[in-house]
């Protein structure tokens, strides 16, 4: 908990922080949006029932938050894992400059790629972070990380107290607040068959009773084989037991992902009906997203890392009553270097020009129908397999996904492609990249992925 003295020396200074920037901002800076950044973690991107209807699970908080402004469909994250992703979103770069693309406990240089909360608390933004951390920065560290009220290291709904605690306190200033709730990655512990920390979700039903296995559960056809090597890796590892999982397992796997994202709906709840009871939704701008998904059987993958859809594209929410439209939009949005100019741009806030992100408040909230984008570009390394063969790989990749077409490079392999028609093939059944008919296509996606590798310097083995 954080003390009375220590939040009022904060407070203070905060104050003193916030009269500097309104001075700068002029009369702008009355008209800025609190904002309420909300995560989940390890959340696929169809696993909400306003996307995929209610029978199987049922999420009405984040349902009602898509209905009262825009989801944007087609988000991925800028490296499907945990803290690669959350150092991205934080830092608004790519791990290809930040260096972090495993969990192995990265840590970035602060001056060179500062922490979000540091441009908000710069801004006169009150800040405050509240939930799981994961990130490459040190936590309580508020020069650091801009973030003057942190409570983190907790289950969800201690969460959401600290984040409604916040939310409702009388601010002199806008706030800019983070909810980081854990679930429905308890997934992993129950795929162990370990105790779930965020709360029991009971035993599951008969297999028949739950919902049926994904249309993309079986193999891809021709896919690198890298990617079936490291199949097996992960799943001879301890951290990914389902290589002997059954139909009726994979089944009971989905119902319960399917319970914890339900709990986790429940907390964010909380937060809405704070805004609500607090008159303060219309001066929030709230957006919402995963740090990654799950492969949810998915070509007999679980949990993240790989640049299947289910795991590297992300659910995203905006909402701000008369502020951001109503709908759906499909442009193609990388969570990891567009969250911090979007929301930046919001708050009034200039970045410099080495931020590659774009922001999204123009298709937001209706002034103009495009980012003019032709591509998003995320990155791996799958580090957390077990030994095959005796030989222990952590090949790494890149994936450029464009308008139709899902294109994949990896680092070892005799076959180091894959090229997938999302058109045609939304589950990425078939890899096309030695399909004679798609040499075109696939050197023209080889060509935008090299180039990309150059503007950021990167080492990768790209094929030329």
């Known amino acids: 908990m954080i003390s009375n003295r220590r939040r009022f020396i904060q407070s203070a200074m905060a104050t003193a922080v916030a009269a500097r920037a309104t001075s700068m901002l002029g009369e702008t800076a009355e008209k800025r949006p609190n904002i309420l950044l909300i995560f989940a973690d390890q959340l696929a991107f169809d696993a909400l029932s306003c996307v995929i209807g209610s029978k199987y699970v049922h999420t009405p908080n984040l349902d009602a938050l898509a209905a009262r402004g825009m989801r944007f469909s087609r988000a991925y994250a800028a490296n499907p894992l945990c803290i690669p992703s959350r150092a991205a979103i934080f ?46 920065y040190p936590e309580n560290d508020v020069e650091v990380t801009g973030f003057e009220e942190m409570a983190t290291k907790m289950v969800d709904v201690d969460t959401a107290t600290h984040a409604v605690e916040f939310i409702s306190r009388k601010h002199d200033a806008p706030f800019f607040a983070v909810a980081s709730f854990l679930n429905p990655h308890n997934i992993c512990e129950w795929a162990r068959g370990e105790r779930l920390d965020q709360g029991d979700i009971g035993a599951p039903p008969p297999a028949e009773q739950c919902p049926p296995l994904r249309a993309n559960h079986g193999f891809q056809k021709d896919a690198p084989e890298i990617m079936t090597t490291m199949r097996e890796a992960y799943h001879r590892s301890r951290t990914f037991p389902v290589g002997n999982f059954d139909d009726a397992k994979w089944r009971q796997y989905e119902w319960a992902y399917y319970r914890l994202i339900e709990k986790m709906d429940a907390q964010v709840g909380r937060l809405m009906q704070c805004l609500e009871e607090k008159n303060l939704m219309k001066d929030t701008l709230v957006m919402f997203l995963a740090d990654h998904g799950d492969c949810e059987g998915a070509h007999h993958w679980n949990q993240k890392t790989v640049f299947y859809e289910e795991s590297a594209r992300v659910p995203l929410l905006m909402a701000w009553p008369g502020k951001v439209k109503r709908g759906v939009s499909d442009e193609l949005v990388n969570t990891g270097v567009d969250l911090l100019p979007t929301l930046c741009e919001f708050a009034g806030v200039k970045l410099s020009s080495k931020f590659p992100g774009l922001s999204l408040r123009g298709v937001a909230t209706g002034k103009t129908h495009s980012l003019h984008r032709d591509f998003v570009v995320a990155s791996n390394c799958l580090a957390q397999g077990a030994p095959v063969d005796g030989v222990r790989r952590r090949p790494q990749g890149r994936m450029l996904r464009s308008d139709r077409y899902k294109y994949c490079m990896y680092s070892e392999g005799e076959h180091r492609e894959s090229l997938v028609d999302l058109k045609n093939d939304p589950g990425e059944m078939v890899n096309l ?20 590798g150059a503007e950021f310097k990167d080492d990768f083995p790209y094929l030329s």
């Open 91 to 136: 830092s608004g770069r790519y791990p290809v400059e930040t260096g972090v693309e495993t969990n192995d406990r990265p840590k970035v240089d602060p001056a060179e790629f500062p922490c979000m909360g540091t441009w908000f608390r710069k801004a006169g933004y009150r800040t405050g972070y509240f939930g799981k951390w994961h990130l490459a």
């Open 433 to 452: 990249a030695r399909d004679a008919k798609y040499q075109a296509v696939l050197k023209d996606h080889r060509e935008k992925l090299r180039h990309w």
